[in-house]
Each structure stands twice: as C-alpha cells, then as structure tokens.
C-alpha cells in the first residue's frame, strides 16, 4: 500500500492521522465526510489487535459516535467496595455505563472511517517527519500531507517528533479478561478502594460483554516511590467475592494511562495532537474513550475548515476547546498520597464521601438521595460477605 523508499514518489494526503483507535478513527472519519484525503497509520497489524482498555463507555460516548447496540451491554451501577469488603451501590436515574466487545467496536470504527472515504494503513508506524513549506514529509513512509494529526496514544512518538508537550505522570492499569462468570452481578461496575493494592486508583470486576474483566491500576506516589500493581494479589482479594479462580483466562493487557491532565503545547504549525496524546482522559476516573470521541470529531471538523475554507488555527481552537481538569488533576494527586485502609474502613460509606462517589461517577447527572437500584435491573444474587 504505501512505499517505504524515500526515493519513490510520495503519497500526497490532505490529513494524515497517526494512530487507528477510538481518537484517530473518528477523526479520520469526520475529515474525509468533509471531503479531505485522509489517510491513517497505525503499528499495528489490524483493527481489533492488541486492545489495550477496559473499553467501559459512559452513555455520553454513544451519543458521540453512535455506537451500534449489538457491541455493547448496559451497565446501571456502581458497586464501591471499601477494603474491609463492606459495600454500596450507586446509581442515576436513566444513567448506565456500557460494557463493550472493544475489539469490534475498534473493527467497526475502522470500517466507519473507510467508508467514509479514509485510506487505512495497518503495520505502518510513524517514526519520524518534518515540516517543509506547508507540507510534513513522513520519513520511512515515504508520504506527504497538509497536516498530521496526532492520536497516537499515551506515549506519543508525534509528540516527540515535533517537540509537541508530552504525558509526564500516569497510571499503570493491568486487566486479565476471562470467560464469563455467573457469580459476578451484571448490573454493576464492581470497584475496590483499597490503599494498599490499588494505591492512587482502583481495582475493578466489570460483566463485560461475554466475559468478565478485572484489573487494577496504581499510580506512583506523590513523593516519588514507584508502585507496581499486584494482580495476584488483588485475585486473592475478591476471591471471596466472584471465586474467578477456576475460569478459563482469555487475554491480558497493561498500558500506562495519562493522569496529569492536558499537555502543552498541543500543536505546532500543521501538527496538532488529541486523544491520550493531547493527555485528553479524565485524571479522576481514568475515562478517556467518551474524550477521544468528542475531541477527535472536533479536531478532525476544525483541519477540514481549515484547510478547506481558510477557518481558524486547529491548534488555537482545541487549545480553548480543549477541557483542562485543574480541579480534577489535584484531587488525583491527593488520591494517589492512598490514605490508609483504616480510615477509608470508617469514612468510605459516610454521607459526604458518599456524595463525593457518586460525583465522580455521575457527576450531575444524578444525586446520592435518589440513587435507588432501578426497577429494571435484576436482583442478583452475591456471594456471602
Ligand atoms: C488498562 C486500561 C484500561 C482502561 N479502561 C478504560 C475504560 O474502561 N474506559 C475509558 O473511557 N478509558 C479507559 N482507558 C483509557 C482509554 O483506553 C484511552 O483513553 C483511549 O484508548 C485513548 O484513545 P486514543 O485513540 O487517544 O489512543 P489509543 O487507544 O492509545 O490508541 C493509540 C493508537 O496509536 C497507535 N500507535 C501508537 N504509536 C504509533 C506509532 N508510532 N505509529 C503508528 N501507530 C501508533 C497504537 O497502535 C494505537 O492503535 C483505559 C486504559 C488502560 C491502559
């Protein structure tokens, strides 16, 4: 498909976007709707490979991109396990969260931005380019486009290729998928706060869609110390919870999740970046998918005005556009100092923090007095505490 001999003549594009996930797909998508060459690269060999996510999407995303039904499965609440293994549920009123067969959605957005018009290339990794006149040359590749696109994840190589801002503090999530188990309750994200195993984050159990998943991530400390998550341990753990140990193990991953909030600069003459690149992921809840939806469709609408209708600097758009999580960055910070399992024992379910939960994952879009399990859900039953 392409040539990877400088000396060949180039493949010349409007928008060349790096990186074929949810980011880079919807923005290719979006481009070539509006009429743009868009071509993207992606390292790796197919759509669907080397998933690296939970793939739990918060309704808003749908809304997003219109994600098919058929790929996903309706999650309404929230169970948040302290460490001594006392529980509460959560809930919004006509809220849910979707678990997802993420390598198909990944398959189906590929096919979504192809259909639109978008050139896909698969095992071409972006190393290196430069900017000459108002084209970026892509060395290696051998092509040339009016702009570049960055959506190239967590550790961008676009980012370091044009001095862009990079991701500088993250967390370090590890999931284990296995086949579906009965003893895990589908009408819940099952989430463990517990400082000694999942300092500055979670541990989770999601119903996915036909299997279940469970990680945990960690962050550093706020003084320095690395922490590595300790997945056996953690199994150990919710043992008594979901027995998961004679369950057959279909897959694991691991990633680093950016935390620190966006990074600047964002952009450069003709290269702008977005997604996890552009550190677009929710410092508090670890979500970036609904982000990469919503800011990858505009980043790719404002490179079409640009370059089609003389519209305003991407750069200086999303730079406004762009949300920046202050707040949401330094209340993380405080997480990751992990207070120590006896004080979340005694003050986890307490009203204030139960409000604060309930904040973090619905934020306005219900309240802790009307958080009842709906009508709809199943009464399922749990294993015995
Ligand atoms: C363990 C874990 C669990 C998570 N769970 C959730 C969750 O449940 N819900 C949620 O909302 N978010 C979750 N996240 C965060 C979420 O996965 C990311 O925010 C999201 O994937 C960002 O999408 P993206 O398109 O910006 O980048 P990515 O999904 O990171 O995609 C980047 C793409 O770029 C390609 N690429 C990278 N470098 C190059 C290169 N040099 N050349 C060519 N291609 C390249 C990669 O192959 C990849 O396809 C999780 C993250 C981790 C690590």
């Known amino acids: ?103 198909a959605i990944m398959r189906w957005l590929a096919s979504e931005a192809r259909r639109a018009g978008a050139t896909l290339m698969f095992g071409a990794r972006f190393e290196n380019a430069t900017l000459a006149g108002d084209l970026v040359h892509i060395h290696g590749l051998n092509i040339k486009t009016r702009y570049l696109l960055g959506a190239d994840g967590a550790k961008s190589q676009v980012a370091k290729c044009f001095s862009l801002g990079r991701n500088r503090e993250f967390l370090v999530g590890m999931e284990t998928e296995f086949e579906e188990s009965p003893t895990v309750d589908p009408d819940f994200l099952h989430c463990f706060v517990d400082a000694q195993l999942a300092p500055g984050y979670l541990g989770w159990v999601v119903p996915g869609a036909g299997l279940t998943q469970v990680g945990l991530a960690v962050s550093d400390s706020p003084f320095g110390a ?30 680093p999740i950016p935390c620190g909030g966006l990074v600047s600069p964002l952009s450069t003459r003709r290269v702008l970046l977005t997604g996890d690149a552009a550190g677009l992921v929710s ?83 219900g309240n802790g007095r009307n958080s009842q399990r709906p009508k709809n859900a199943n009464a399922y039953p749990s294993l015995p505490q």
């Open 283 to 365: 410092p508090l809840t670890a979500g970036g998918i609904r982000l990469a939806f919503q800011y990858g469709r505009r980043a790719g609408a404002a490179i079409s005005e640009y370059l089609q209708d003389g519209g305003a600097d991407p750069g200086a758009l999303m730079a406004r556009d762009y949300p920046r999580f202050g707040l949401k960055t330094w209340m993380r910070r405080a997480w990751s100092a992990a207070p120590p399992n006896a004080l979340l024992n005694a003050t986890l379910f307490t009203p204030p923090m139960r409000a604060l939960a309930q904040w973090i994952y619905f934020q306005k879009r």
């Open 1 to 103: 498909m392409h040539c990877s001999n400088d000396n060949c003549d180039p493949l010349h594009f409007d928008l060349v976007v790096v990186g074929a996930s949810f980011a880079g797909l919807v923005a290719a998508r979006t481009a070539a709707h509006r009429g743009l060459k868009v071509a993207v690269l992606d390292a790796k060999k197919e759509p669907g490979a080397r998933v690296r996510t939970t793939g739990i999407l918060v309704k808003e995303a749908v809304a997003e991109c219109d994600i098919p039904a058929a790929l996903t499965r309706k999650i309404p609440g929230v169970r948040l396990y302290a460490p001594n293994h006392h529980y509460t549920d959560l809930y919004a009123p006509g809220y849910y969260f979707l678990a997802t067969d993420t390598p």
């Open 226 to 255: 690395r922490r590595k998550p300790d997945f056996t341990k953690f199994l150990e753990r919710i043992d008594s919870h979901f027995a998961l140990w004679n369950c057959e193990v279909k897959a694991k991953r691991s990633g």
